[in-house]
């Protein structure tokens, strides 16, 4: 895969979390009815297959690290194997660190 692709995967994942995990907190809170359990339960399971999902899809593009240490890590790990993950952590983890940013106010623009 081209580094473009990689890093917008990474964009895309690191985004889509974010929202997931954003999202499924307002949803478990209104549908909860106040009850912390229902909401903490729903909260998770939605996170869950949302990490899934977004993993088995982005996967095979990037990695899914979908976090700048988990990239760093790998890419000190493998950068005697493996140096061009290494060579493009930081551009993977620029994308990583640009996405909350975008994120939020897109979902808060959404649900309301």
Request: hydrophobic letters at 55%.
């Given at each position: 895969?081209?580094?473009?692709?990689?890093?917008?995967?990474?964009?895309?994942?690191?985004?889509?979390?974010?929202?997931?995990?954003?999202?499924?907190?307002?949803?478990?809170?209104?549908?909860?009815?106040?009850?912390?359990?229902?909401?903490?339960?729903?909260?998770?399971?939605?996170?869950?297959?949302?990490?899934?999902?977004?993993?088995?899809?982005?996967?095979?593009?990037?990695?899914?690290?979908?976090?700048?240490?988990?990239?760093?890590?790998?890419?000190a790990r493998?950068?005697?194997?493996?140096?061009?993950?290494?060579?493009?952590?930081?551009?993977?983890?620029?994308?990583?660190?640009?996405?909350?940013?975008?994120?939020?106010?897109?979902?808060?623009?959404?649900?309301?």
């Amino acid at each position: 895969m081209t580094l473009r692709r990689k890093t917008f995967a990474e964009f895309i994942g690191t985004a889509g979390l974010l929202c997931a995990v954003i999202g499924s907190g307002i949803m478990a809170e209104r549908l909860a009815g106040g009850n912390q359990g229902i909401a903490l339960l729903a909260n998770t399971l939605a996170t869950v297959f949302a990490l899934y999902v977004l993993i088995e899809v982005l996967g095979p593009v990037s990695g899914a690290h979908f976090n700048p240490v988990v990239t760093l890590v790998l890419a000190a790990r493998a950068a005697p194997v493996n140096r061009g993950l290494a060579r493009h952590a930081p551009v993977l983890v620029a994308a990583q660190l640009l996405a909350p940013w975008r994120a939020p106010g897109r979902r808060m623009r959404c649900s309301t």
